[in-house]
């Protein structure tokens, strides 16, 4: 719970929250976070795909990818209208790439145990995170204004995790 509460107070999320993020910095994280859900989802795709597993949980899995989808198309769709950006056109840097190859390296090669494991942080870390930032917006109350670009953080997605 620690390691959760320091996330909690990294600059970038409290500014996200507190609407003192400058919007370079936004569009940069809005970019690349649709990006990684795109790759996050093609993971439970393959994920649902696997030999062996029950038809139940290959449901839920697959579930889980269309929930990431529409997340994406949820959240990042109208800045891309508005920025008349395409996540076609951008470009991982360094960062995104280099967890989401490895995400998808994992999923592609190891036994369904090590996929699952290697995507259950992303649930679990978003979920908390984003109970986090909704429960300090919460204390804010009306003593930070709040443009419609901020309001990320009052998603439903992102208290629920990315699916």
Request: with cysteine; charged share 20%.
């Amino acid at each position: 719970m620690k390691t959760m509460l320091l996330k909690i107070r990294h600059p970038f999320l409290v500014s996200m929250v507190e609407n003192t993020l400058n919007m370079e910095s936004f569009r940069y994280y809005v970019v690349q976070d649709a990006l990684y859900l795109g790759d996050f989802a093609a993971a439970l795709r393959m994920l649902s795909k696997n030999e062996g597993i029950s038809t139940e949980d290959s449901r839920r899995l697959a579930s889980f990818a269309t929930g990431a989808e529409e997340a994406e198309m949820e959240l990042h769709s109208s800045f891309f209208r508005e920025w008349d950006i395409s996540a076609d056109g951008a470009v991982q840097m360094p960062h995104t790439l280099l967890y989401t190859s490895y995400m998808l390296s994992v999923v592609a090669t190891r036994p369904h145990a090590e996929g699952l494991a290697c995507l259950l942080p992303c649930f679990w870390v978003y979920m908390h995170v984003g109970h986090l930032m909704l429960r300090h917006r919460e204390k804010l109350g009306s003593a930070a204004s709040r443009p419609p670009q901020f309001d990320a953080c009052k998603s439903p997605n992102a208290a629920r995790g990315r699916s």
